[in-house]
């Protein structure tokens, strides 16, 4: 059965590394057999799927090996892939071997594989680029990103670095090396230090239009991936109001293009024991979303892949819906006075459903999913337009305790997953379920992914607290190409 979601057999997908080239997009991924419960990307190697659209997903196998147990590349971790003049494949990576301390702290050093096809591409033992001690920790060196920058004609390389003697909550940066041949890399200061974050993941750049965008994820103050936006490549970086493209569940994201579309790669987190009250883990599960840009303002926005739109075909007959606490006028007016909801049969799992409804009047509102009758139990995507947010929520939100109010009712929502609600009081979205995962696209701005392990089947619909919605189009789709 065909998956709209890639995992490996026995393994996890770890930060992915796009590559494009001759209509093929190339996701490298760091392959994590996780061979411990609770430890995560031990024994990483580089593997590869190959797609043209997104959906139909081709395995290469491995593409880098890792190095044995006394190697400075035990594990093998994020990078960037290119080609040079010569038409040879470069990969630069992150080395990793906690045993190879520099005082008392495991270091993180680059390495180098050469190929002349983008799917077989061995280690250059000899290259071992390490921080310099002077500008950069040598703990926090990971994550090269390399491009050619035509204005200084030299090569960059990006890098999730830290500076010298910075305090450990604060001192996260972009470090920079320049080169001209790919082989010899000198240091310079930091292509960008916000002093915001303890450190600053899979740093990439690319250009749209008139504006230049970096890209990087964080787990500090927020567990998630930003962008900033310039018409300079030396800034200064401006931050969007909206500056990230998913919810924490969507980690590492970075992109590629064909030259006229931009395409986010990233991987939705498992949790553990895969259960909806498990913390979130490190690795998942193969996502991707297609980035458009407003070439006025350079914001970017998040869409689903016309593939993934396209997944499901067969529209369900429509039924007459159940109504829990509320009045359903002809027209699609949905009222209550406190809490109400519409309600339809929804399958168990893999199918798409798009909605769009008015929000005029209400309290609050959303969508409910894979809820009962009695909307006991089930997920929720809550819209607040007074608090200018959507998140999602589950009921009950933790395992009951002996007591009857202990049940989280201090936490409002997954916080975690909370992202800016569109503006405006009419909302168009379009909903993706299969197996455990969710995603969610508002009115083709924001991406909302998340994990949903407990509950299938059931019901779903439109809820409303204090006040109306207007209901104008739902629709539910099954059977895969």
Known sequence: MKKLFYQPENAWVGDLIPYYENGIYYGYYLHDPRLKEKEYAEETTWHLVTTRDFVNLEYKGEAIARGGD?????????????KDQEGIYHAFYTAYNADIKINGKSVQTVMQALGEDPEHLVTKKDFLFAADGEIYEEFDWRDPFVFWNEEESCYYMLLAARLKDSGDLRGGCIGLSKSSDLVNWSYAEPFYSPKMYITMECPEVFRMGEYWYLVFSTFSDQFTTHYRYSKSLSGPWLIPEDDVFDTR???????ASDGKKRYA??????KFGADDFGPWEWGGTMAFHELIQDPESGLLRTVPTKALKDFYQTAAEPVSPDCYNCSLSPEGDISSETLGAILYDIPEDCFSVELEFEAANAHEFGIALHTDKGLETGYFLRMNRSRNQAAWDMWPRSEKGFYQWQIKGDVPYQIETARKLPQGKRFKLFLIREDDICVVYINDEVAMSTRMYRYKGGKAGIYVIQGSVKLINYCVKTNKL
């Open 70 to 82: 006394e190697e400075p590349n035990k594990n093998a971790y994020t990078g960037s892939v290119m």
């Open 265 to 270: 790669f990233g991987w939705i987190a498992s």
């Open 249 to 255: 569940a969507n980690y590492a994201i970075k992109t």
